[in-house]
Each structure stands twice: as C-alpha cells, then as structure tokens.
Nanobody, 124 residues
Framework: HVQLVESGGGLVQPGDSLTISCTAS????????MGWFRQAAGKEREFVSA????????NIANSVKGRFSIARYNAKSTLYLEMSSLKPEDTATYYC?????????????????WGKGNQVTVSS
C-alpha cells in the first residue's frame, strides 16, 4: 500500500538551514507530482511547494520563495524540502503529499495521499 514517511525535522534557531525528506513506497514515485504543505498550530494547512514528475518544473509559495526549494530523487523515491534563513513563523508540521492531477497545484484537496507530518520548530 502507499506510504509517505517524512523525516529530518527538529528544533533549529532563526537563520538556520534544514532539509526535510519524504520517502515514498507502494507506487511508482516518478509517476506522480509531489508537494509540501505545512500547518501551524491553530491554522489551516497551507501550500509550500510542488514539483513535477521529472523535476523540471516547480511551484513555490511567495511566503518562502528565495528561502525554500523543493527537489526529488526518483531513483530513491524521495522528496526533499531544503529550507534556509528559517524564521519563527516557519514553525509548523510539514506534510508531504501525492497528487494524481497532471499539473502543479497548491490545492490540498487535490492531494489524495499524505504523510503523517514532521515537526519543524524555529526558536532561539
């Protein structure tokens, strides 16, 4: 069955960098568009970034543009989110998701599979 497992979160200081990962299993990873979303305490889940199957196209939220980047390594069925210049407002649970639509989308309702989430806390 399909599984998405996030890893690499933790507590970091403002200005630090951190890369989180999402390892997929149970399907052909390279055949699906993948995305990262985050949810802060008391807030709705928000789009962070999405990446096409071949890694040639990406989409990223304005709130993290220039600081975050998304990547994927299809041979290892792994999705990455590289985060730099982290701010306290980046504190959230980060989720990877899989969508079966054929275009990059930031709509969480179009992602049908999700990981359990990975906490990233930015605090001094």
């Amino acid at each position: 069955h399909v599984q998405l497992v996030e890893s690499g979160g933790g507590l970091v200081q403002p200005g630090d960098s951190l890369t989180i990962s999402c390892t997929a299993s149970g399907y052909t990873f390279a055949s699906k568009i993948m995305g990262w979303f985050r949810q802060a305490a008391g807030k709705e889940r928000e789009f962070v970034s999405a990446i096409a199957c071949s890694d040639s196209h990406t989409n990223i939220a304005n709130s993290v543009k220039g600081r975050f980047s998304i990547a994927r390594y299809n041979a290892k069925s792994t999705l990455y989110l590289e985060m730099s210049s982290l701010k306290p407002e980046d504190t959230a649970t980060y989720y990877c998701g899989r969508t079966s639509v054929l275009y990059l989308t930031g709509r969480s309702d179009l992602y049908e599979k999700w990981g359990k989430g990975n906490q990233v806390t930015v605090s001094s």
